[in-house]
């Protein structure tokens, strides 16, 4: 299962024939992919305000297991939960993430009338166009 939270402003931006007068700006995203018992797996985010502090982008691996570090100094361990971690990303493209569902995850595509490898076609041009267009700021 996968959820996305994609908050986006639309901006005016400079004339370019190409862009035209306005851009979608991306101001913040959530995407949460979870197992078929609905637990969260991986969850990335961006966000620039709200209850956490940190707001550059990250990832959570939330099906990682604690883990066992030792204390500076000291012969005594404390627990990781590595699922909170926020672990630094550049910014994530949903292109990117729907990509990982298919290859990597097996998630089944239902194109009735395109060909079946016609969605690598579709996230290329879609990653080229908001690399052109700037649209992560």
């Known amino acids: 299962m996968f959820d996305i939270v994609h908050a986006y402003s639309v901006v005016e931006s400079s004339s370019d ?8 700006r991306t101001e913040s995203y959530h ?7 609905s637990r969260e797996r991986l969850l990335y985010h961006w966000h620039t ?6 707001n550059h982008p990250h990832v959570h691996v939330a099906c990682a297991p604690r883990i066992m570090l030792p204390r500076p100094r000291t012969d005594e361990r404390r627990p990781i939960d590595v699922g909170k971690l926020h672990l630094p990303t550049n910014h994530v493209l949903l292109e990117d993430v729907i990509e990982l569902l298919i290859r990597d995850l097996g998630v089944e595509l239902r194109w009735e009338f395109r060909p079946s490898d016609a969605w690598r076609t579709v996230l290329r041009d879609n990653r080229e166009a908001v690399r052109r267009s700037s649209s992560l700021e």
């Open 17 to 24: 024939v190409e862009r035209g007068t306005f851009k979608i």
């Open 31 to 37: 995407y949460h992919i979870y197992d078929l018992e």
């Open 49 to 54: 305000d709200g209850v956490s502090d940190v």
